[in-house]
């Protein structure tokens, strides 16, 4: 299982999400071009020593990611989503994608995953945090594939 990042924009949500791969066992994909340098000091101080601990790999653009990961069923994440991720049934090498924060991912992107998520929330509110969408989503994933740490 992986975590990808679309375009993500704010550093601190990236180094809170390399965390999580760390902590998780996950590998992250950061999909470019990125809204800041990516030797950005607050990637490193959010994901602390961590980021020494998972997998990260940059990609020029959509299409260089989506070759990368073959066949490996694509998970939109977003608040337009048709289906609850707790109502989704995971499978060990699906690959979880996040938008920008600004503005998630453009209608291309969006036609070719093979699900688009939602992660139910109150009606008063738009939407999480990217980091803390991208944890309740990888815990689900990994808790029903069995791929939680010991």
Partial sequence: M??????PEIAGNVGAVLRLGACLGVAVDLIEP?????DDRRVRRTAMDYIDHVSVTRHSGFAEFRAMIGESRLLL?????????????FRPDDVLLFGKESA???ATVAEVCDARLRIPIRPQVRSMNLASS????????LRQTGALPG
Avoid: Q
């Fill in 134 to 141: 991208a944890a309740l989503a990888l815990g689900e994933a």
């Fill in 77 to 89: 994440f977003t608040t337009r989503g048709s289906e609850a991720v707790y109502d989704f049934a």
């Fill in 2 to 7: 992986r975590v990808a990042l679309f375009e």
């Fill in 34 to 38: 990125m809204g800041f340098a990516w």
């Fill in 104 to 106: 998630g991912v453009p």
